[in-house]
């Protein structure tokens, strides 16, 4: 904003260049900008924006203008508007004052400026009161307001209440509604939903806020969307899936219709009903079928009419209106209602344009509740008519087929045999049956005995006790062949050494003494570790046989659960023939032995 000027003082020129007055360093000057330093005159004392009114006048033909950082300071009525010096520093300053409340008096009177007077600091107020005299100004400012925006950042805590954010192109206001105003919403707010809100404006925890007591959405009515968002919901919950809809009865033998017994639509579905079928029993559930608490009495009907004896199928019914006239249907309590029934359902609500949510949880749904009688009821004269047509079809197949059914017993009776031809020739079959299964025991046996006796020979020349002595006398044959081996080796060795005495004796004594033992040392030791290592390996040959012996012992096998049965001469048993019942018997075991006495003999399965 461009600064604007003081009016010049009297006699004095104007400025050239529209340039503003400024403060010299030097006390009790002024100077113009471009402009040398002058005395202040009586009038000037202070900046020019802080002269005082009273001493120096402004020319009545130059109105006052504002001073291009100064603030101006109203006060008492009837006096000219003084201008605070900017460039002073305050303390802080004063809290916001109430509009209602007169002002206080400046500190100093009309025509007399203290320069060096006392400063009054106001008294600084806490954020607490701030934010309550914000609140009170908001609250009186803005007590009724309609907001029209786009819902985001929606937050439903457990409070019940919602909290969001209202928003447009170039700005965005927290908002709120409370859990007690939600519940009246026929619908219920998402994100990117334009709606238009009508609520206060507050101030809360340091911000802004909008809180809501009534929202509607811009383009479709609440009713409508309300509708979508229930339709919706109760589609993913799978109500409408045609794999739970049930058949209706082919004829049912008892309707319950959930109506109000005043309207036409009753009337209108039992008279067609009964012009259909005229002995068909109708039970009428009595109900609201629109305004407050209808859609709770219809969901008790729906209970109450399902629950009546010989009722198959359930019938909500009621003419044609408006949206708001058929919301009872749009509920989410009759929805619920109409997937619990358990017997099926029929919706016959409105006209044929008329769609609710029971149309879509129902299992059939009816454009009218004439057609809902057409659907239930078919015509008794035709009913009779085909079951008469069916009857006799059936009595004409019946007699079709008992003929059929002599002719095929006559034949079978004449091929008929006689039960003793059967009988004997079955025994014949069964005597030969068992002769071969006979020979086939026997040449089975046979056969069992042969590979027994080779089992018997390959465990005798692999017994242990034979194992062991040859594993013995191989290794006897190795320790002998070692002892050669070391024995040829030290003989070697001694003669290496008389060899070597013959040689010293001819050199130094103890030079030659010296290294031959040296010599004899290393070759000793050389001697020692291969006779070690060679000793070593055997051990570790013999142990790795003994395991594999060890392994291969009937011992082991004792070890693992089994047992060896003896007779009484110690010879081992191997079939129960070699035993007879009484006997007695040693049962080895892996540790110790049974002596049993044999009370029944058991052969083996073939």
């Given at each position: ?105 400046p500190a100093t009177g009309a025509g007399n400026f203290d320069l060096f007077g006392k400063r009054v600091t106001p008294k600084p107020m806490t954020v607490s009161e701030l934010a309550r005299q914000v609140r009170e100004l908001l609250e009186g ?139 068909l029993p109708v039970l009428i559930v009595p109900s609201k079928v629109q305004g407050e608490g209808a859609a709770q009495e219809i969901a008790r009907a729906i209970a109450r009419g399902a629950s009546q004896p010989g009722v198959d199928v359930l019938v909500i019914a009621r003419g044609g209106g408006s949206l708001e006239d058929l919301w009872a249907f749009n ?276």
């Amino acid at each position: 904003m461009a600064p604007q000027r003081l009016p010049p003082r009297p006699g004095a020129p104007e400025t050239p260049g529209g340039k503003d007055p400024q403060k010299d360093p030097r006390e009790g000057e002024v100077r113009e900008a471009g402009e040398r330093a002058r005395p202040r005159e009586p009038w000037e004392v202070g900046p020019p924006w802080e002269r005082n009114p009273a001493t120096s006048p402004p020319p009545a033909s130059q109105p006052l203008t504002t001073p291009p950082h100064g603030v101006p300071a109203i006060g008492q009525s009837g006096q000219q508007p003084s201008f605070v010096n900017p460039l002073r520093v305050e303390p802080s300053r004063p809290p916001p004052q109430d509009p209602s409340r007169p002002l206080p008096a400046p500190a100093t009177g009309a025509g007399n400026f203290d320069l060096f007077g006392k400063r009054v600091t106001p008294k600084p107020m806490t954020v607490s009161e701030l934010a309550r005299q914000v609140r009170e100004l908001l609250e009186g400012r803005f007590p009724n307001l309609l907001v029209q925006g786009e819902v985001s950042n929606l937050k439903a805590p457990g409070s019940g209440h919602v909290y969001f954010t209202l928003k447009d192109g170039e700005a965005a206001v927290d908002a709120v509604i409370f859990k007690k105003e939600l519940l009246r919403l026929k619908f219920r707010p998402r994100d990117g939903l334009s709606v238009v809100v009508r609520g206060r404006l507050t101030f809360w925890n340091g911000r802004t806020q909008l809180v809501c007591d009534q929202i509607e959405p811009m383009g479709a009515g609440a009713l409508q969307v309300a509708f979508e968002q229930l339709k919706a919901r109760l589609s993913s919950e799978g109500l409408f899936d045609p794999a739970r809809k049930r058949k209706l009865p082919f004829l049912p033998r008892r309707i319950a219709v959930i109506t109000s017994p005043t309207g036409a639509a009753v009337h209108d579905f039992i008279r067609v009903l009964h012009r259909r079928f005229a002995n068909l029993p109708v039970l009428i559930v009595p109900s609201k079928v629109q305004g407050e608490g209808a859609a709770q009495e219809i969901a008790r009907a729906i209970a109450r009419g399902a629950s009546q004896p010989g009722v198959d199928v359930l019938v909500i019914a009621r003419g044609g209106g408006s949206l708001e006239d058929l919301w009872a249907f749009n509920e989410e309590v009759v929805a619920r209602a109409l997937a619990a029934c358990p017997v099926p359902t029929v919706s016959a609500v409105g006209h044929e344009v008329d769609f609710t949510i029971a149309d879509f949880v129902a299992d059939a749904r009816a454009a009218t509740p004439t057609a809902a009688a057409e659907m239930l009821a078919r015509v008794k004269d035709e009913l009779v008519s085909e079951l008469l047509q069916k009857r006799a079809r059936l009595q004409r197949s019946m007699r079709i087929q008992l003929e059929k059914r002599e002719v095929s017993l006559e034949a079978r009776r004449s091929r008929l045999v006689h039960p003793r031809g059967l009988i004997a020739e079955r025994r014949l079959r069964l005597d030969r049956t068992e002769q071969r299964l006979a020979d086939a025991l026997r040449e089975h046996l046979l056969l069992f005995k042969e590979h027994l006796r080779d089992l018997r020979i390959r465990l005798t020349e692999g017994h242990p006790r034979e194992r062991v002595r040859l594993l013995q006398r191989r290794i006897a044959e190795e320790r002998e062949v070692l002892v050669e081996a070391t024995r040829a080796g030290l003989s070697h060795r001694k003669v290496l050494l008389e060899r070597l005495k013959d040689q010293l004796r001819g050199l130094d004594p103890r030079d030659s003494l010296r290294d031959r033992q040296r010599q004899l040392s290393a070759q000793q030791e050389a001697l020692a570790t291969r006779t070690r290592a060679r000793l070593s390996a055997e051990r570790e040959r013999l142990g790795t046989l003994i395991g594999r012996l060890d392994a291969m012992s009937p011992l082991k096998v004792l070890g693992r659960g089994y047992a060896v049965a003896f007779d009484a001469n110690g010879r081992a048993l191997r079939s129960v023939s070699e035993v007879a019942v009484g006997a007695s018997v040693r049962v080895r075991l892996a540790q110790g032995e049974l002596v049993a006495n044999v009370t029944s003999v058991k052969p083996a399965d073939t």
